[in-house]
T-cell receptor, first 112, second 113 residues
Framework: DTAVSQTPKYLVTQMGNDKSIKCEQNLGHDTMYWYKQDSKKFLKIMFSYNNKELIINETVPNRFSPKSPDKAHLNLHINSLELGDSAVYFC???????????FGPGTRLTVL | QKEVEQNSGPLSVPEGAIASLNCTYSDRGSQSFFWYRQYSGKSPELIMFIYSNGDKEDGRFTAQLNKASQYVSLLIRDSQPSDSATYLCAVKGITGGGNKLTFGTGTQLKVEL
């Protein structure tokens, strides 16, 4: 299936731990994104990469570090997890400046 | 002031009625406007986009844009129970190389039998 995929779907961890979320798209897009959706359903852009180059870097704690090994993959590493990091994290992809962004299924992160 | 504002709802409409969802935005430089639908526990999916003043129709959905009033709306005709979801308004400007989407907090729509 052509899609945006994320792993894991659920992630439960303790405060202070380090974790990663992986994202892959096989749509041939050149731009990928990370979004955070909080408990009130507010969806906010965190990062965007175009052809492995960082083009959007919102005000996000530097504990969050995106990595794009190639244009089909965008991973998110989070250090020293905090309670407030609990949210659903969505990966998305698009062609650069295209109207439609395609979202992955989301990763529900719970920090205890 | 939030960049993109929506009433959180829930907005309840009877089956077959017209649902009207509204959105205002603060950045006059915004260039294109999007409506995404998100079912509970699922990811957002694009319904429509619009970038010119006026109406744009696609099936049962009509997007309306008024840049002077900084207002975007989505009308859903003949509402069905399957339309029950959260509708996210999003706005794109020139920041982030024209790739940055700024979302509102969404309006929950409930279509009742």
């Amino acid at each position: 299936d052509t899609a945006v995929s994320q792993t894991p779907k659920y992630l439960v961890t303790q405060m202070g731990n380090d974790k990663s979320i992986k994202c892959e798209q096989n749509l041939g897009h050149d731009t990928m994104y990370w979004y955070k959706q909080d408990s009130k359903k507010f969806l906010k852009i965190m990062f965007s990469y175009n052809n492995k180059e960082l083009i959007i870097n919102e005000t996000v704690p530097n504990r969050f570090s995106p990595k794009s090994p190639d244009k089909a993959h965008l991973n998110l590493h989070i250090n020293s997890l905090e309670l407030g990091d609990s949210a659903v994290y969505f990966c998305a992809s698009s062609q650069v400046r295209a109207n439609e962004q395609f979202f992955g299924p989301g990763t529900r992160l719970t920090v205890l | 002031q939030k960049e993109v504002e929506q009433n959180s709802g829930p907005l309840s409409v009877p089956e077959g009625a017209i649902a009207s969802l509204n959105c205002t935005y603060s950045d006059r430089g915004s260039q294109s406007f999007f409506w995404y639908r998100q079912y509970s526990g699922k990811s957002p999916e694009l319904i429509m986009f619009i970038y010119s003043n006026g109406d744009k129709e696609d099936g049962r959905f009509t997007a309306q844009l008024n840049k002077a009033s900084q207002y975007v709306s989505l009308l859903i005709r003949d509402s069905q129970p399957s339309d029950s979801a959260t509708y996210l308004c999003a706005v794109k400007g020139i920041t982030g190389g024209g790739n940055k989407l700024t979302f509102g907090t969404g309006t929950q729509l409930k279509v009742e039998l």
